[in-house]
């Protein structure tokens, strides 16, 4: 069973820098994609930034001040958040997949406030 541990959340104030870490357990496999969700109080999980063969992409609104990285070999992902703003306050989840499953860890909270 794949498990995914995010860390790193906490409380940072407005134009502050996080770096979240996510650890993947469980497989022998690469997960061929792995990324970052986000969902803030009272809205929908939307994505951050996903990581597939070197490849990545981001949402919008986060192009230029996050960063999404692997590390070589391992299932493990991290991403920079710079320039944090109030409304990047959210749970943060890692997704990888493996075999056309979705795996999902718990989340670490990002709470941007001064």
């Known amino acids: 069973q794949v498990q995914l541990v995010e860390s790193g959340g906490g409380l940072v104030q407005p134009g502050g820098s996080l770096r979240l870490s996510c650890a993947g357990s469980?497989?022998?496999?690469?997960?061929?994609?792995m990324g970052w969700y986000r969902q803030a109080p009272g809205k929908e999980r939307e994505l951050v930034a996903t990581?597939?063969?070197?490849?990545?992409n981001y949402a919008d609104s986060m192009k230029g001040r996050f960063s999404i990285s692997r590390e070589n070999g391992k299932n493990t992902i991290y991403l920079q958040m710079n320039s944090l703003k109030p409304e990047d306050t959210a749970v943060y989840y890692c997704?990888?997949?493996?075999?056309?499953?979705?795996?999902w860890g718990k989340g670490t909270l990002v709470n941007v406030s001064s």
């Open positions: 997704n990888g997949l493996l075999n056309g499953i979705d795996y």
């Open positions: 990581i597939s063969g070197g490849r990545t």
């Open positions: 469980g497989t022998i496999f690469r997960l061929v994609v």
